[in-house]
């Protein structure tokens, strides 16, 4: 596990890890999903539609397409999820594929948030991680992801929300804790490069005032120490054996039986 993620919560790769056929792929994958075409005659699990003026969020695109089933079991991601996270086996079992127009404004901001309030069917935090992989170029006009480092130590505090628009209102609302500061770090990435970070860690970004979209796929994943919570029927929990939809990064199904 690398000193980064054991302080921060997160780790940052900014230069490419992938391939650029791979990543070139992935991205002409991408335009077609987002306009309803879907390689694979399966559809994503969720598709708003796409509007140039607010944030595309469309869950499991991997299951659409080839290329970006590709894109996210990529042995260089798997690798470096190992050495990041320390972990012995890895597994996606969720993904987001996220488009943020220029021209979104506040529409197109994350709220600030803990990935484990939305992941309430594993029976604990550790060992819970998203790979935000990048697509397009995401510097600092793009609306990158912002990380709040150490909060991953501050517990569970339930407080945020994915898809609050006023970061200055939730900031209010969150608790933090006593003694701790609350300060942003951007995940500037170059296309191909990635980010990783601890389901507790608060995070979420602000508008695009670029030209261009920011374009990434969020791939959500569990290591070998975290099991469903028994009899918990929720979609994600009851496919882990498929593996269109929960690919093992690395180590063997046998890890998370």
């Known amino acids: 596990m690398t000193d980064a993620y054991i302080r921060d919560g997160f780790h940052i790769h900014a230069a490419a890890v992938i391939p650029q056929d791979v990543l070139a792929a992935a991205q002409a994958a991408m335009v077609a999903v987002r306009d309803g075409s ?17 944030l595309c969020k469309i869950n499991d695109a991997h299951l659409a397409d080839h290329d970006l089933h590709a894109l996210i079991c990529h042995p260089a991601l798997g690798a470096l999820a190992a050495q990041i996270t320390g972990a012995r086996a890895a597994q996606v079992w969720a993904s987001q594929l996220l488009i943020k127009p220029p021209a979104s404004a506040q529409r ?14 594993w029976q604990q935090p550790e060992g819970l991680f998203t790979m935000w992989i990048a697509l397009s170029d995401v510097k600092a006009a793009s609306g990158p992801m912002l990380f709040v480092p150490g909060s991953h130590r501050w517990g569970f505090l339930d407080a945020g929300d994915f898809f609050g ?58 290591t070998e120490q975290v099991r469903p919570i028994a009899g918990n029927d929720n979609y994600y929990v009851s496919h882990l054996q498929d593996p269109a939809l929960s690919p093992v990064l690395f180590g063997s199904d046998a890890d998370f039986d």
């Open 38 to 54: 879907f390689a694979t005659g399966q559809p994503p699990s969720s598709h708003p539609g796409y509007d140039p003026a607010t």
């Open 108 to 121: 197109g901001n994350v709220g600030w948030h803990q990935d484990r309030q939305y992941w309430r069917y």
């Open 165 to 222: 628009k006023d970061h200055a209102a939730q900031r209010r609302q969150i608790p933090v804790p006593h003694g701790q500061t609350w300060a942003q770090v951007p995940a500037l990435l170059a296309p191909g490069g990635v980010s990783f970070h601890h389901c507790l860690t608060y995070h979420g970004s602000g508008p695009n005032a670029s030209g261009v979209a920011r374009c990434s796929i969020a791939v959500h994943c569990r």
